[in-house]
């Protein structure tokens, strides 16, 4: 499948030269900004050229080409490295980078982010970068089978954070030999001494009790590191692995080098001018490595064999959580690009059938959810669509990863199932009831809520094409079909599913209280108050002009009930729409979770809630009496 | 200081009684609730019986005693064997263990949580026991110094996730000799078998590269578990211990031992009456364990010393992350149970400045925020008063953490600096746009963002003695000090900077976007506009009166800007607020950041996401128009 790659052998002493000049153009970089790390770069320099000069794989013409090898700077901060290695591989200009460095409306921002072609994946919330390597390796060991390799530059700081050690141990459970983590262990963090300093033994006991392949170098030492760098790209065996290098904070200045206070400094213009003068000047090398092999053109997708999508009739009793696993698998039938990923809940998810029917596009994550995220951004960025699924209570564990995945600019799909106070007898630690806010928060994020089955599968459709991050909420219980197969439920849409002329209450529920409102509404025909009843399954986008419609139509009273707590989820969605369609007063009775819920059963727990049919009906007896 | 604990030693043949005795009950109350987890109880029964019959120290009728040992079950779902041993010490009635568990408003909840006396923390997120242990033995070894161990019951499963190898990292930087995680290796999680298996020297490289004293045994041979006990709670050498049991899920019952898919399924009540059967029958046991050191009462907190909080002129500039820095100082030193722990940022977060005062009360958390805030979940236990920093970014990645201590009901106070846009150059990743939303959903929290160094200071202080979550926001940049010294900052108010019985617009702020607004009110000036000016610094509660006075006096016209993504921050509390005090019309504009930001000044990027003052002020001409 492969052909080798034309290798330009860049020699030693050149990539001598190249690592002074990354250095000194990563202080002219972030100097002239006035912020930046040049000493976090400077560490990792001699570590940088010789990879990118000797080892990478990467047609910077090209950064789309599909055996491209991979660049993933985990240490997000070392910035002014990375921009530097573009400049030297004649991708961005010198002038770019000294006046574009974290300048207002640039492409070189203080963190690397994909607004650069040549960048993966947005890093700068440490810890995530490895992650995220494994699941782009994932998509080149066991997806596309190309011989990309993932090269990880990391900090030894971010060692601390439990993900590293989440992406080691996946990378290892998956064999993954073409990830390649390189930590730069040069001893400092932000506010002094790492936890383990220079303690490469220490790093190397943890690395290799974790499954992968470790080497030590000198960090310095440009025949040690190439050698290291072959070593550890050899043929596949099947490990990970890990280049500790020892390293010097600010090397090749000696008026910072291995000193601490110097973390996230930039250098005065007379340091700088000192620094440049001792690393010998500013040097203008324009260098390429070796390119990748290459492959055949990617065939193009098979035709979708067009499996059907799950149908269930009206009335049925079928939990969303069911249908989701349902529709996942149709979906996947018709989009090879669909994987799917778990937290070892699959089968209270029921991404269990995907995984079933798709073992090949089904990644187990195990207990560890911010690997999940990751590794789904990782797939992502190879182009592939995946959903990754957990209790939603336990999706909080990834927040800091779904943020990320956001500025990332990768579409993921995350399902949360056994939300809120309807999971029952569990109690609190497994009740989402934070997850539309979290979610709702999320720039760009689509989040979605259906109450049956029906609208779940046509959901679970449109994530498959939605961009950004999109998240569906599942429910535990089994609740009566609502809609009749095929009914099409566009994102940002709405069902009215009651209505008449003479409304006198609007009750707005999603999820489980669409049905508590629904019953309502029964309730309330007995009072002789007609309600109008808005399934609102696009909680973002929100329908806000049916609200608006509703609310005109029944005087501005409205009931809106939720499985959350009370802040951010779907009573905000509502108000605030409502709000922002103009002055009309409204009478906003809002249902929510407010206590701390302990075990029960799903409709102890709702009634003590308060959010079920009778307090809903409560509700809306008290807005129109 | 300690006297030796009168021992009763109860002999083996009786905790094989005791064993089955908790295996028995943990099926009972299992099937008796319909719902549970007695598989995962009965793998770890062995372990849990000669550990609370031989080695555990404690008072069972005074669960406060300061010297108790502690026991976590982080593994939360082995509820029934946790709750059996509540039986078996006769703490808990047999009719309570079989009409109680898992049945609305009981104690004996679907996961572990402090409603009952006897447990520390809520655990049922797995991964979070064992770091929330850390915190315990944190307090018992540094600032107690008492001679109880913290013994914690832990999942296989959940070694999947990283914030278990963060807890054993910290553990060992502490040198927690007096912390024992118990591993039920049982080999099956809910969905399947675990990654490891039964590979037991796996978990044992991983552990002891990971700094603990590591003890291998059958979890089912009493004799070796009571070994291995008395081993892994040898005399401190600065290690934790972690005994890796080899277990059989569902062991005593021939019907489920060691098979896949009776994970928390109870057994229906022909199976369970045959496994009793095979389990020798019902027992009625009670038995007590070691007592605990008497150790001398704790001498009353000395007299504080009244330090004085600190002090700014109006006008100074000083960055609120600056003023906490200081007012945490002076706060620790009125009280010393105030602890304060950073994710290794503390010279951005000026919790440096307790570090330096109270060096002997301060944790060095390093890069893992997960462990940062189970570590004050475990000090909050011992009646300690944590505060802890790190960006308000990165606070993201202890969300489920944070959502559990609320479950917890422990009071924590949590600090992030440098949110929003304002930051300026370093871009998104350090720029926390969510965090408002995240903490304002989370049960019970308070949530507070101060625009001055004064308010911050009496924020700061009200923090030390609030019930539950609470969060401070801090600015990276300095301000002018809005407040002369001393001006009280109750939580739940807000301040009117500017008022007149004239008023036509109300511009509502918080933090930098405060000022902000008062800047919008001196350009609206100009065009003959009156603006009201309101300092939301209490964002959960707010202020609601003084907003819906706000409001009728200027016609419903109200701005709110802040530096946040627009979903379920200050915008939505205000609007929240708004509409729950009254049917009025209103003109709401709320401006908050829309899109994603890059780099830039701070100045630029609130000019950009339509923050500063020129946007407000135009809001406000639009609304008044």
Chains 1, 2 share one sequence.
């Not at 290098?245 to 340091?271: C, L, Q």
């Not at 690393?279 to 390429?288: A, C, D, K, Y």
Request: hydrophobic letters at 40%; charged letters at 20%; a negative charge.
């Amino acid at each position: 499948m492969t052909t080798s790659a034309p290798v330009t052998r860049i020699d030693l002493d050149t990539v001598a030269e190249l690592a002074a000049q990354l250095r000194v153009d990563s202080i002219r970089s972030s100097t002239s900004a006035g912020s930046g790390h040049p000493t976090s770069s400077m560490s990792a320099a001699d570590l940088i050229a010789t990879l990118v000069s000797r080892h990478l794989r990467y047609d910077w013409d090209d950064p789309r080409s599909p055996s491209n090898d991979h660049l993933i700077f985990s240490k997000g901060h070392a910035s002014p490295l990375l921009y530097s290695v573009f400049r030297a591989v004649g991708v961005v200009s010198e002038d770019e980078l000294l006046t574009g460095y974290r300048r207002f409306g640039q492409r070189l921002e203080g963190h690397p982010t994909p607004v650069l072609p040549w960048v993966d994946v947005a890093t700068g919330s440490l810890g995530q970068g490895l992650p995220d390597g494994v699941g782009v390796a994932l998509a080149g060991r066991y997806l596309e089978r190309l011989p990309y390799r993932v090269w990880v530059l990391c900090g030894d700081s971010e060692m601390a954070e439990g993900s590293m050690w989440e992406a080691l141990d996946k990378a290892s459970y998956y064999r993954l030999s073409n990830l390649i983590a390189i930590v730069d262990v040069n001893r400092l963090g932000q506010r002094g001494p790492t936890e383990l300093g220079w303690n490469l033994d220490a790093y190397a006991r943890r690395a290799e009790a974790f499954g992968a392949r470790v080497f030590t170098v000198d960090g310095h030492n440009l025949n040690a590191i190439d050698d290291v760098l072959t070593l550890a790209a050899e043929p596949p065996d099947g490990q990970p692995a890990v280049i500790l290098a020892r390293t010097i904070k600010g090397y090749g200045f000696s008026e910072v080098e291995d000193r601490d206070g110097w973390h996230g400094k930039p250098f005065p213009p007379d340091m700088a001018e000192r620094a440049i003068a001792e690393l010998g000047g500013v040097r203008n090398l324009t260098i390429r490595g070796p390119r990748p092999y290459r492959v055949p053109e990617p065939r193009p997708e098979p035709p979708a064999p067009g499996a059907a999508l799950p149908e269930y009739g009206v009335g049925e009793k079928v939990a969303t959580r069911k249908a989701y696993g349902d529709a996942l698998v149709a979906v996947g039938g018709r989009d090879g690009r669909v994987v799917a990923l778990d937290g070892e809940v699959s089968n209270s998810t029921h991404a269990d059938e995907f995984a079933h029917t798709y073992p090949d596009r089904y990644f187990e994550m195990f207990i560890a959810e911010q690997q999940m995220v990751a590794a789904a951004t990782g797939l992502a960025v190879r182009g592939y669509r995946p959903f990754a699924s957990t209790f939603a209570a336990f999706l909080t564990r990834a927040y800091d990863f779904i943020r990320m995945g956001a500025i990332s600019g990768v579409d993921l799909r995350l399902v949360g199932s056994h939300a809120g106070v309807e999971i029952g007898a569990d109690g609190p630690s497994q009740m989402a009831l934070e997850d539309l806010a979290m979610l709702r928060a999320v720039h760009g994020s689509t989040v979605l809520y259906p109450a049956d089955a029906t609208s779940t599968v046509a959901l679970v459709e449109a994530m498959a094409t939605t961009p950004g991050i999109s998240y569906l909420r599942t429910t535990r219980g089994a609740y009566p079909v609502l809609y009749p197969a095929g009914e099409p439920f566009p994102v940002g849409g709405s069902k009215v599913l009651r209505s008449s002329d003479t409304d006198d209450v609007t009750l707005v529920g999603a999820g489980v209280t669409l049905h508590a409102c629904l019953r309502a509404a029964e309730l309330l025909r007995q009072n002789a108050i007609s309600a109008r009843v808005i399934d609102c399954y696009s909680v973002k986008p929100i329908d806000a002009a049916t609200l608006a419609a509703a609310a005109t139509a029944t005087s501005g009273r409205i009931v809106v009930a939720e499985d959350h707590h009370p802040e951010g989820g779907l009573g905000s969605a509502v108000a605030d729409a409502l709000l922002a369609s103009g002055p009309a007063a409204l009478e906003l009775a809002r249902l929510a979770v407010s206590g701390m819920p302990g075990s029960g059963s799903g409709e102890e727990l709702m009634a003590w809630a308060g959010i079920d049919a009778e307090h809903i009906a409560a509700a809306a007896r008290s807005l129109t009496g």
